[in-house]
């Protein structure tokens, strides 16, 4: 594996990000972690020399910050979306009406505002890949996750839609 090429991983300070930055960052790529938690993600940044961290909420992004790490890292290569906010069951009619915002706002827009951010830098590589975290909900349902089975659905149909419009890329 080459050492050129960087992979943007948001929801990368804890949990299942974090792993797959350690990963990636031992297979020689760099890495871009982008969370919410600046103790995790500093905890991650002494990991590897070849992890940088950037503390940020996907639903507030400061895209002038990302994009002076992007600038300064080896070409961007691929993108992993694992963030999400957390899940709180309850019946629609029953959910605080911030949980449901805030989980549509972190499991569907978030992915789509770092998805237009990251994907002209993803066409000029010569091979690219956004890989986003779905849930067998979108297809099944959930008791309790109305917003959580509504935002993964609309994931799964973005990545149907990126797959169909950038797949060449």
Known sequence: M???QTVLIAGGSKGVGA??????????????????DQDALDELGTASDKIRTVCADVTALDTSSLTQILDAAPPLTGVVYCAAHRYVPARLHQAEALDVQ????TDLEG???LCRLVLPRLMQARRSS???FGSLASE???KG?????????????????????????
């Open 2 to 4: 080459s050492d050129r």
């Open 19 to 36: 792993h797959i930055a350690r990963t990636l960052a031992s297979e020689t790529r760099t890495v871009v972690a982008l969370g919410r």
């Open 102 to 105: 805030k989980t549509l706002q």
């Open 111 to 113: 992915v789509l505002k």
């Open 130 to 132: 956004i890989v986003l």
């Open 140 to 142: 099944v349902g959930m």
């Open 145 to 169: 996750g109305t917003a959580y089975v509504a935002a993964k659905a609309g994931l799964e149909g973005l990545s149907r839609n990126l797959a169909l419009e950038y797949g060449q890329y």
